[in-house]
């Protein structure tokens, strides 16, 4: 399984960004894919994730009503719509895949981790 992340950059506090991920390797109907970041001087934290089959979702609070999941099944691609962005949402973030039940929010579940890219949100 191979994750390539992008659409990070620098951004104005309340401004947008998508980030993209494209998974290629195997089949993801199983699969969970999530998204996470790094801070840093911080551990790792769950954002969001979004079962492949289904498309059932979850975010972390912090995120809630702000930023969004979705996928395109065509694309094999999932995204992450990040709107009204504070300098605390400032992180690297990653991509990454597991295949289990439910949604796994602790980093240590996902098998599959893409490179990271980098947002920066300015005051």
């Known amino acids: 399984v191979q994750l390539q992340a992008c659409g990070g950059g620098l951004v104005q506090t309340g401004g947008s960004l998508r980030l993209s991920c494209a998974a290629s390797g195997r089949t993801f109907s199983y699969y969970i894919m999530g998204w996470f970041r790094q801070a840093p001087g911080k551990e790792r934290e769950f954002v969001a994730a979004?079962?492949?089959?289904?498309?059932?979702?979850k975010h972390a609070d912090s995120v809630k009503g702000r930023f969004t999941i979705s996928r395109d099944n065509a694309k094999n691609t999932v995204y992450l719509q990040m709107n009204s962005l504070k300098p605390e949402d400032t992180a690297v973030y990653y991509c990454?895949?597991?295949?289990?039940?439910?949604?796994?929010?602790?980093?240590?579940?996902?098998?599959?981790w893409g490179q990271g890219t980098e947002v920066t949100v300015s005051s």
């Open positions: 990454a895949a597991t295949a289990g039940v439910g949604i796994p929010i602790a980093a240590t579940t996902y098998d599959y």
């Open positions: 979004i079962r492949w089959s289904g498309g059932s979702t």
